[in-house]
């Protein structure tokens, strides 16, 4: 078997964003970490007035793990088990990936 080691290994923060974010926040991301002020296309689905509405899926709900994303200034609009959706600033949703129990952030498209 023949193997690819020309990709250098990615850094653990760098995969938790790539499990854990669906690819257009990702890539909106990826596009503020590069300094790029154009939005990529998608953005205007689910990004207003420099908020993200999202969907958060969490693998379990307490209210601290509530309290720890409103501290990071997410703003909870309804809530359905484990499934929170609510805005965050985009400059904020990289610090999403780092709470343990978040398990996906998705685009909340209406």
Known sequence: TDVDNSQPPKDPKQLRLEQ?????????????????????????????????????????????IIEKLKQLGFEVLSENGTNLVGRIAVEKIVQLVEIEEVRLVLPSIE
């Open 20 to 64: 854990k974010l669906h690819f257009w926040i990702y890539d909106l991301v990826d596009r503020l970490n590069k300094g790029v002020s154009t939005p990529t296309e998608n953005e205007a689905k689910f990004v207003k007035n420099g908020k993200a509405e999202i969907n958060i899926q969490l693998s379990a709900k307490s209210p601290e």
